[in-house]
């Protein structure tokens, strides 16, 4: 393994700071090429006769404006169409861009350029293809299946934008670092010009957990760098930075905004103080109260106090103390729907992973939906079919033709005019973190025949005040299960703010190490969607600050582990130089590891002779029970080399690996993903007596049969000795005048 690289000496903030010795690279002008696939297209778009209009958005960041684009076309016309009556049109927030003609010839087309009038763009514009086709010159089926039109995924949109002058206001904030309607992983460097272990790493992770919530589902990154970047953006992070040109110091927790050195458009955003604390608290007002900043460049704030934060209420989870309506978890105005059958309806949510139902009970689901007039539609086959992460659950009718259901849909209340239905979700299929609730409406126009046209819109509503119920459920659950923290950052965000999370770095550790560790705290708001203000920091040469009260991740290349090789003592594994061993320690340990569960993983299970070899370029994720206390948990994120961290960091959040990440040991080999499942389970939560008695008894069923064969035996010996004991009594009892003699 490569020696551990010594951080630089801090160096004093210079008045003009990090000047490039390169010329400026000149970033006003910025041209990109953009598939539909890049822009959140999934497949090729198919327009049919029934279904003519589909489209996608196409997001700009805030400052910049479009001077010039082009769309290029790929795509195929059915070829029965007829060529004077047929064709498909291309619009940009409803103005004209262009119309593709049928060529009998050849029903492919393209490429074909368009050009868009830049004037036409917005922040969020919508580009739309509207298909009109006829098969015959007199009447024509919309539902047959020669009316279709097809536009590739691969088509191309090529925009030029220039950039707009930048305003250095912190009431613009979150931008310009991160842009609502983008949508790709947000991407913010952070600057440590005073870099000096660990001093302003919690404050940065503050600030990069707050993007992190903002973020979302996107993703985040936070190369961490000493100088500013040649271009863009970044976060500048540390004590006694200056506050203008004249090398004034700040009196007091700051935030302020100034130009790139390197980047006449770039703004760096400085979270500055006194002293560490001072900056933590900068960084604290800006991940809570970033809206109430002012229309001014700099800022001198005051810390606010929180409220306390308890178990279980990170804003990304579902309550479980109360039933949840559907309008709180989506916009009331996106679970309506309008357009051809069938029309979807897609409701997200995220629950904690350790939420336990007695007998795997369902979870109710209170429905209440409304759709258009009953007249124009087929009723035979109207259905709703309710699935949760594409698991089928049930299917309701649409019209219910019944007199009680017609004359209760007329009966004043609030949900009048709709169908009330009731489903119930299973647990089984219902994930530790995101979720997603499925509505398909599915149904068809009523024939009455070709020449007869009919109105085939249909409209899906569910109501907002549907209701999803969590109650009634324990938390427990079995660990170490690594898909609990990749799914959700469990068993450490049971606390929104990670105030029962100590997270343990190398003393000094690099740059590459800071951002992974940026990285993972950008992973962990993601997963609460609240900021890790209440997370602590400890060093691997020293773990005397760890209180056995918290649980732990460990963030190190393998050559500066240290001390905190002894927190995975509890775990199936043991680091040994560049390498990571099975260990087993005891005999017992050995009948454990012969006779262990085989859970699916197959031959990863037999991990002892695949983990021989040094580690060479790969990074692991290693879970188990905390050695300081029991039902504490440790997760461990090493590498022999610091670049390889923040690649295993990564993989949390690409929805392509999330599946390989289980077990208790992941390795991640390049872009491969191997998982084991060698260790101790134990239990986190709690559970009443009596369930913890039947779950013991599920589990050791042999047992309780043998104990019930037992019972039987034992109860029929007692049963028999009492009967024979009452049969002496009777024969040995005299009854009164028995020896009298018999009077003839």
Not at 473 to 490: E, I, N, Q, V
Not at 548 to 558: A, C, E, M, N, R
Request: net charge neutral; charged share 20%; hydrophobic share 40%.
């Amino acid at each position: 393994p490569s020696a551990p690289v010594a951080p630089p000496a801090p160096a004093e903030h210079p008045v003009v700071p990090y000047a490039s010795p390169d010329a400026p690279v000149d970033t006003s002008t910025v041209t990109r090429t953009l598939t539909f696939r890049d822009l959140g297209v999934l497949g090729p778009m198919t327009l049919r006769g029934f279904s003519p209009l589909q489209g996608f958005d196409i997001p700009l960041p805030s400052d910049e404006m479009v001077t010039r684009a082009q769309v290029v076309l790929d795509g195929a016309l059915s070829p029965s169409l007829l060529p004077e009556a047929s064709s498909l049109t291309l619009t940009l927030n409803e103005q004209y861009v262009g119309t593709v003609q049928v060529d009998p010839k050849n029903s492919r087309f393209g490429p074909l350029v368009f050009d868009i009038d830049p004037i036409f763009f917005t922040r969020l514009s919508h580009l739309n293809f509207l298909f009109a086709g006829e098969y015959r010159r007199d009447c024509n089926d919309l539902h047959n299946g020669v009316l279709w039109a097809r536009v590739s995924d691969l088509s191309k949109l090529i925009i030029t934008t220039s950039k707009l002058p930048p305003v250095r206001r912190l009431s613009r904030l979150p931008q310009p670092f991160f842009e609502k309607y983008m949508r790709g992983t947000v991407r913010v460097p952070f600057v440590f010009p005073h870099y000096n272990g660990q001093t302003d790493l919690k404050a940065a992770g503050i600030v990069a957990s707050w993007f992190g919530k903002l973020a979302d589902f996107r993703g985040t990154s936070f190369p961490v760098t000493l100088n500013f970047p040649a271009q863009g953006n970044a976060i500048e992070v540390g004590e006694n930075l200056p506050i203008d040109s004249n090398g004034n110091m700040p009196s007091g927790p700051m935030l302020f905004e100034i130009p790139n050195p390197n980047d006449q458009w770039g703004t760096v955003l400085v979270v500055t103080g006194r002293n560490k604390a001072e900056v933590e608290t900068a960084a604290r007002v800006l991940a809570f109260s970033s809206d109430t900043l002012g229309d001014v460049p700099s800022r001198l704030v005051n810390d606010g106090s929180l409220a306390p934060r308890h178990p279980y209420d990170a804003p990304a989870f579902v309550p479980t103390d109360r039933t949840v309506r559907l309008g709180e978890l989506i916009a009331a105005t996106d679970l309506q729907r309008e357009g051809g059958a069938p029309i979807g309806i897609q409701v997200p949510f995220q629950i904690p992973p350790d939420l336990f139902r007695w007998r795997q009970h369902g979870f109710p689901l209170n429905l209440h939906v409304r759709t258009p007039a009953a007249e124009a539609f087929e009723h035979e086959g109207a259905r709703v079919d309710v699935l949760v992460n594409n698991g089928y659950i049930q299917s309701f009718p649409l019209f219910a033709d019944s007199m009680w259901d017609k004359v209760t849909k007329k009966i004043p209340q609030q949900h009048a005019g709709a169908l009330t239905l009731t489903a119930s979700v299973p647990p089984w299929l219902l994930f530790g973190g995101r979720n997603q609730l499925d509505f398909s409406f599915n149904v068809s126009p009523v024939d009455r025949g070709a020449c007869r046209r009919v109105n085939d819109a249909f409209i899906a509503d569910v109501d907002s005040n549907s209701t999803l119920d969590f109650r009634n459920t324990y938390h427990y659950a079995r660990l170490p299960d690594l898909s609990y923290f990749a799914g959700s950052a469990f068993p450490f965000s049971k606390m929104a703010d990670y105030s029962q999370t100590t997270v343990v770095l190398p003393p000094q550790p690099d740059v590459e190490t800071a951002t992974a560790f940026l990285d993972l705290m950008g992973f962990l708001g993601a997963s609460t969607k609240y900021p890790v203000v209440g997370i602590e920091l400890a060093s691997t040469a020293d773990l005397s600050g760890v209180l056995d009260t918290k649980d732990i991740i460990v963030l190190s290349s393998l050559d500066q582990l240290g001390a905190a090789k002894q927190l995975l003592s509890r775990s199936a594994y043991q680091v040994d130089g560049a390498s990571v061993r099975l260990g087993q320690k005891t005999f017992l340990d050995g009948l454990w590891y012969l006779f262990q569960d085989q859970d699916g993983a197959g031959p990863n299970n037999n991990a002892k002779p695949l983990l021989t070899p040094p580690i060479v370029k790969a990074s692991l994720l290693v879970g188990g029970e905390s050695p300081l206390a029991h039902h504490k948990s440790v997760v461990a994120i090493l590498a022999d080399q610091p670049a390889q961290l923040k690649q295993m960091v990564a993989s949390l959040r690409d929805k392509q690996a999330l599946p390989a990440v289980q077990g208790d040991l992941v390795i991640k080999n390049g872009a491969v993903l191997t998982n084991y499942r060698n260790a101790y389970s134990y239990s986190v939560g709690a559970l009443p007596l009596w369930l913890r008695v039947e779950m013991l008894l599920e589990r050791h069923m042999v047992l309780v049969g043998l104990l019930g064969l037992l019972g039987v035996g034992m109860v029929t010996w007692g049963t028999a000795q009492w009967l024979r004991g009452r049969a002496r009594r009777r024969l040995q009892r005299r009854l009164a005048k028995e020896d009298d003699p018999i009077e003839p």
